[in-house]
């Protein structure tokens, strides 16, 4: 099974600041990677698919970019109310697997 | 609106049986593939099962053998059978809807979930 690590597990950052996560597959997926935002004690929220396409009504600080086994997740510039946890999921051959997530918090 | 609404869940020895379902409405459910994603309190996601619109089903080895999926389509309705539950089933279990892109399935609609909990 193709494993899906992310980078780093929880960071904390200042508003305003660029945000940068990090997820490696252990077997290249091609562009098959979406990324997923939960805030506390809400339902995930697909935030970016095929690993750089925005997700309508997602602000546009929020980007994805990599290809086969190296992805990033960016937050241009870090807004309170993005406090949350981040999630990338890869696709790939019937089978889904999530990263263990990134929690990000403000400073 | 998409809406997916979850139930069944509740407490249930180790070793019992629980049935999840899932009531989709505001899209052509027989169109979609649809998914079991569960998360345990304080921890991530983990992806439990999956139907295509032929019914073909597919699972994670954490529960292959033990879980079933299956939909009625003419319900709308999107179900979950889980036998020889096991404390690691506890979690908060989620619909999803998947939407395909090129070759690539991600989750654009999710449910507001059910809490399994296994525990004697």
């Known amino acids: 099974d193709i494993q899906m690590t992310q980078s780093p597990s929880s960071l904390s950052a200042s508003v305003g600041d660029r945000v940068t996560i990090t997820c490696r597959a252990s077997q290249g997926i091609s562009n098959y990677l979406a990324w997923y935002q939960q805030k506390p004690g809400k339902v995930p929220k697909l935030l970016i698919y095929a690993a750089s396409t925005l997700q309508s009504g997602v602000p546009s600080r929020f980007s994805g970019s990599g290809s086969g086994t190296d992805f990033t997740l960016t937050i241009s510039s870090l807004q309170p109310e993005d406090v949350a946890t981040y999630y990338c999921q890869k696709y790939n051959s019937a089978l889904v697997t999530f990263g263990q997530g990134t929690k990000v918090e403000i400073k | 609106e998409v809406q997916l609404v979850e139930s069944g869940g509740g407490l249930v020895q180790p070793g019992g049986s629980l049935r999840l379902s899932c009531a989709a409405s505001g899209f052509t459910f027989s169109s979609y593939d649809m998914h079991w994603v569960r998360q345990a309190t304080g921890k991530g996601l983990e992806w439990v099962s999956a139907?295509?619109?032929?019914?073909?089903?597919y699972y994670p080895g954490s529960v292959k053998g033990r879980f079933t999926i299956s939909r009625e389509n003419a319900k709308n309705s999107l179900y979950l059978q889980m036998n020889s539950l096991r404390a690691g089933d506890t979690a908060v279990y989620y619909c999803?809807?998947?939407?395909?892109?090129?070759?690539?399935?991600?989750?654009?609609?999710w449910g507001q979930g059910t809490l399994v909990t296994v525990s004697s």
């Open positions: 139907i295509g619109t032929a019914g073909d089903t």
């Open positions: 999803a809807r998947g939407l395909w892109f090129g070759e690539s399935e991600m989750f654009d609609y």
